[in-house]
């Protein structure tokens, strides 16, 4: 047999590239007989079931994705629904304490917040992932600036914890006579 498998196998009739590509039975590619014309769209089918199966695998992965993304938010938006709601009773005790000391301004404040957290704590308790993150996708495309603005604020507060966490233990390092590396 030659190096392409191209020589017919002995007692049986020419097969003609049924060697396997890269060592599996999966990849092989038919090229047909020698004087075929139609070899080219033989190959081009398969080279688009192939490139088929790989898109299906990709959106297979994708979906699988998501769907771990989506349990992730619904299991967090829970947990924190629930600190929102507990809050919200804690600073609904204040405007309770407010009033009795005669501060009905504050207190009017403390339970509009409350009231507001309450309503977010409902909603992040409620909702699920895949709602949460469909409406966070919306806001994103109706208020793209303010979104690219959190970002950088997000960012910046970043870079000067991880400023401020460096210098802090360039301090310490030196102050026990340890080496930075």
């Known amino acids: 047999m030659s190096q392409y498998g191209t020589e017919p196998v002995s007692g049986t009739e020419p097969v003609y590239g049924t060697e396997p590509l890269y060592g599996t039975e999966s990849s092989t590619v038919d090229i047909g007989s020698a004087g075929d014309g139609g ?7 398969q080279v688009r079931e192939k490139a088929q199966v790989a898109q299906d695998k ?3 992965a994708l979906g699988q994705a998501r769907g771990r993304l989506s349990d992730q938010v619904d299991q967090r938006s829970t947990e924190a629904g629930e600190r929102i709601a507990g809050t919200a009773s804690d600073v609904r005790s204040i405007a309770d304490e407010l009033r009795s000391q005669g ?5 009017s404040l403390a339970e509009q917040v409350a009231g507001q957290a309450d309503r977010l704590g409902d909603y992040l308790k409620g909702a699920s992932g895949d709602r949460i993150l469909r409406d966070v996708e919306d806001f994103a495309r109706r208020q793209p600036m303010l979104v690219a603005a959190g970002g950088l604020m997000l960012g910046f507060a970043a870079s000067r914890f ?10 310490y390092d030196h102050s026990y006579g340890l080496r930075s590396t």
Not at 103 to 107: L, R, S, T
């Open 58 to 60: 990709a959106r297979g």
């Open 103 to 107: 501060k009905d301004g504050p207190a």
């Open 162 to 171: 991880m400023k401020a966490s460096s210098s802090r233990r360039y301090e």
């Open 39 to 45: 070899t080219s769209d033989q190959v081009k089918d």
